[in-house]
Nanobody, 121 residues
Framework: QVQFQESGGGLAQAGGSLTLTCAAS????????MGWYRQAPGKQRELVAA???????RYAQAVEGRFTISRPNSKDVIYLQMHELKPEDTAVYYC???????????????WGQGTQVTVSS
């Protein structure tokens, strides 16, 4: 089982920035990959960005070049720096983790409770 402590959500204006933080506690196997998904009203959850303990990253096309995920010292704390925010970035953002094999099979095993990000135009 993995527990998450998410923070940093809130309200931003279009063009602004926010940084999300997630600290996970669990076995090293279950947090081999960590990342963020988001769900906007009426839409399915989608991957935003993910990073392995080896710091290989993956981004959704919609955020590439604007968002940066990091995992300093390969520990179980990740940051999502979000710049040039757009109203369409408005969603609940969920911190997630998975074992490496599950991650590469696009299976997310553990979910945080989520933090709201709202971008006003």
């Amino acid at each position: 089982q993995v527990q998450f402590q998410e923070s940093g959500g809130g309200l931003a204006q279009a063009g602004g920035s926010l940084t999300l933080t997630c600290a996970a506690s669990g076995s090293v196997y279950d947090t081999a990959a960590m990342g963020w998904y988001r769900q906007a009203p009426g839409k399915q959850r989608e991957l935003v960005a993910a990073i392995t303990r080896g710091t290989a990253t993956r981004y959704a096309q919609a955020v590439e070049g604007r968002f940066t995920i990091s995992r300093p010292n390969s520990k179980d704390v990740i940051y999502l720096q979000m710049h040039e925010l757009k109203p369409e970035d408005t969603a609940v953002y969920y911190c997630v983790s998975a074992r490496l094999g599950a991650y590469y099979s696009n299976e997310i095993e553990y979910w945080g409770q989520g933090t709201q990000v709202t971008v006003s135009s």
